[in-house]
């Protein structure tokens, strides 16, 4: 049964940093595109970031600048560095992933808080 495990949200200031991590049980992990979504009280769900199988990075207008992509095939990991966290930012966060010829989510993780406090 494949998981996707998000960890590294939490409460921050306005203008800190934060890391969050997502672990896949995804045997074949590399194939699939993965993907950051968030979703604030009331807003609908947002994709925020995505890194596909190759490696390349895509953003949102709204955290170019401030947020990076990556992934660690080796451990299964992708995660999303958040610098100079805004108010705005504050939502659950979700991990995706998608294989690559896939043009919807395949799994979900079950999402970490974060708060930017002003």
């Known amino acids: 049964q494949v998981q996707l495990v998000e960890s590294g949200g939490g409460l921050v200031q306005a203008g800190g940093s934060l890391r969050l991590s997502c672990a896949a049980s995804?045997?074949?992990?590399?194939?699939?595109?993965m993907e950051w979504y968030r979703q604030a009280p009331g807003k609908e769900r947002e994709l925020v970031a995505g890194?596909?199988?190759?490696?390349?990075?895509s953003y949102v207008d709204s955290v170019k600048g401030r947020f990076t992509i990556s992934r660690d095939n080796g451990k299964n990991t992708v995660y999303l560095q958040m610098n100079s966290l805004k108010p705005e930012d504050t939502a659950v966060y979700y991990c995706?992933?998608?294989?690559?010829?896939?043009?919807?989510?395949?799994?979900w993780g079950q999402g970490t808080q974060v708060t930017v406090s002003s």
């Open positions: 995706a992933a998608r294989w690559r010829f896939s043009r919807q989510v395949d799994y």
């Open positions: 995804i045997r074949t992990f590399s194939v699939y595109d």
């Open positions: 890194i596909s199988s190759g490696g390349s990075p």
